[in-house]
């Protein structure tokens, strides 16, 4: 068995996973373990064990899923899954769990995403291709978010993928469109990236709290 070592624990990854659906059948059984995100990228097995970081991860993605969820229930336009579902798309041979991810109500009436169900009950995957992915960097996730699921999320045909960075004074914020050769980021227009998928300008500031601490604004129009 291969094993990962998780501080003082070890964590086995059993010898048969080693392609899509043997990950997937892991991550349904009691075996599959509580820490950590886990990915199956195209033949490789991905952990992140690390510790989540308050201003440059955890804040930020939050932010997107206010706004996003917000916006989407108010014009109607779908579903907003926050931080920990996990996206599975046959095509490109990937399951992983993106910081945040949108399914229009037309892509699930298409069946173009589903809902798949759990072996205990519920659903616990997405299945298919949603209209749009967020990732936020961190210092673990550095590779998987700028190089391997760039190339991933445009095979597994995502329309948008949504790359933010804010580990450091200047933010990074990209929204990467799908075109026939890999995506294609979008311009900027003073300030604001358009998105086609929510048919809205966004832009990424940081300020302040009341308490001195970062602030993060995803502002729309």
Same mark, same amino acid.
């Given at each position: 068995?291969?094993?990962?070592?998780?501080?003082?624990?070890?964590?086995?990854? =059993?010898? $048969?996973?080693?392609?899509?659906?043997?990950?997937?059948?892991?991550?349904?059984?009691?075996?599959?373990?509580?820490?950590?995100?886990?990915?199956?990228?195209?033949?490789?097995?991905?952990?992140?064990? @690390?510790?989540?970081?308050?201003?440059?991860?955890?804040?930020?993605?939050?932010?997107?899923?206010?706004?996003?969820?917000?916006?989407?229930?108010?014009?109607?336009?779908?579903?907003?899954?926050?931080?920990?579902?996990?996206?599975?798309?046959?095509?490109? $041979?990937?399951?992983?769990?993106?910081?945040?991810?949108?399914?229009?109500?037309?892509?699930?009436?298409?069946?173009?995403?589903?809902?798949?169900?759990?072996?205990?009950?519920?659903?616990? $995957?997405?299945?298919?291709?949603?209209?749009?992915?967020?990732?936020?960097? @961190?210092? @673990?996730?550095?590779?998987?978010?700028?190089?391997?699921?760039? $190339?991933?999320?445009?095979?597994?045909?995502?329309?948008?993928?949504?790359?933010?960075?804010?580990?450091?004074?200047?933010?990074?914020?990209?929204?990467?469109?799908?075109?026939?050769?890999?995506?294609?980021?979008?311009?900027?227009?003073?300030?604001?990236?358009?998105?086609?998928?929510?048919?809205?300008?966004?832009?990424?500031?940081?300020?302040?709290?009341?308490?001195?601490? =970062?602030?993060?604004?995803?502002?729309?129009?």
């Amino acid at each position: 068995m291969t094993m990962l070592l998780l501080t003082d624990e070890a964590i086995h990854i =059993p010898d $048969e996973i080693h392609d899509l659906p043997a990950f997937r059948k892991w991550f349904q059984s009691d075996s599959f373990p509580e820490q950590g995100r886990w990915c199956f990228l195209d033949g490789a097995v991905w952990a992140d064990t @690390s510790m989540e970081q308050i201003f440059t991860h955890n804040q930020v993605k939050n932010e997107f899923a206010y706004v996003l969820t917000g916006l989407a229930k108010k014009d109607r336009l779908g579903r907003y899954f926050p931080d920990g579902m996990q996206f599975v798309n046959l095509e490109a $041979e990937i399951s992983s769990q993106p910081d945040g991810s949108f399914v229009s109500h037309e892509s699930l009436r298409h069946q173009r995403v589903e809902m798949a169900p759990a072996k205990g009950g519920g659903c616990i $995957e997405l299945v298919g291709t949603p209209d749009m992915v967020l990732e936020v960097v @961190s210092k @673990s996730s550095v590779y998987k978010d700028t190089d391997r699921l760039l $190339e991933l999320y445009w095979r597994a045909g995502v329309p948008e993928y949504w790359l933010v960075d804010v580990r450091t004074e200047l933010i990074r914020f990209d929204i990467f469109r799908q075109s026939p050769k890999g995506y294609t980021p979008v311009r900027k227009a003073a300030g604001y990236l358009k998105s086609q998928v929510f048919a809205k300008s966004f832009r990424l500031t940081r300020g302040q709290d009341d308490s001195g601490h =970062p602030e993060f604004s995803l502002l729309v129009r």
